[in-house]
């Protein structure tokens, strides 16, 4: 009961944010948006043009600004690393309102940002929702390093300790074998959420997994 009404609280505390900094009535519930495939095409497409450096830099006019302060729209969300290199709009090469991007070390997904995502969903009509992983990852570094002392395991490696301990004893960098499998856990866990499950299973809403790599700056898709 405590779960469900913390569930119900966070997403009120979501919405009202929403109202008073958009100024403007949320989008239906599940309101359909760009479809999963077409928002993966702009996502691929404009990482295309970043690794080509022919960027576009849509969507970042002063006209845009003003049309997106009545509401917001974007055709994606993206859970990505807190990493400085891996901002996403510029990775996308994309602009204002077009992805709902939520950013956290290691790109795990505990309850508040699973929580975040499926207001992009429920809300915005987002039907791709892509987590991206990057090469040399410090958080996924320091969990592989492994952290003995009490004071140095927190919620951060906490969530990350699980694709640490799935890739021990395999082959291969394990830094990398465990960005990787982080990746596809947090796919996993959201796919498999309360919030989400329904419209994944339904194939109302895509869930995809990718790596970026800082030095070439392309994004391997892994699902």
């Known amino acids: ?34 479809s999963a495939s077409e928002s993966l095409q702009l996502l691929l497409d404009g990482n295309q043009r970043f690794i080509d450096g ?21 055709f994606a969300a993206i859970l990505t690393c807190s990493d400085s290199r891996t901002a996403p709009e510029v990775l996308f090469d994309r602009g204002l309102g077009d992805i709902f991007v939520v950013r956290v070390a290691g790109n795990v997904a505990d309850q508040v940002v699973i929580e975040s995502l499926d207001y992009s969903v429920t809300h915005l009509g987002v039907r791709l929702l892509m987590i991206l992983g990057h090469r040399s990852c410090g958080a996924v570094t320091a969990a592989v ?10 919620p951060m490696l906490t969530e990350l300790r699980p694709a640490v301990e799935a ?5 291969g960098d394990p830094v990398e074998n465990a960005i990787r499998e982080n990746v596809e856990l947090v796919m996993t866990k959201l796919s498999d959420s309360p919030e989400l499950s329904s419209m994944v299973k339904s194939g109302d809403l895509k869930v995809i997994g990718g790596i970026y790599d800082l030095s070439t700056g392309k994004i391997e898709m892994l699902k």
């Open 1 to 34: 009961m405590n779960l469900i009404f913390h569930r119900q609280t966070l997403q009120a505390a979501i919405i009202a944010i929403a109202i008073i900094v958009g100024g403007a009535p949320l989008a239906d519930e599940h309101a359909p948006g760009v």
């Open 54 to 74: 022919k960027m576009t830099h849509p969507n970042q006019m002063p006209a845009r600004r003003i049309e997106i302060a009545k509401g917001q729209h974007p």
């Open 145 to 154: 390093l492994g952290h003995e002392e009490p004071s140095d395991v927190g």
């Open 167 to 171: 890739t021990q004893g395999k082959s």
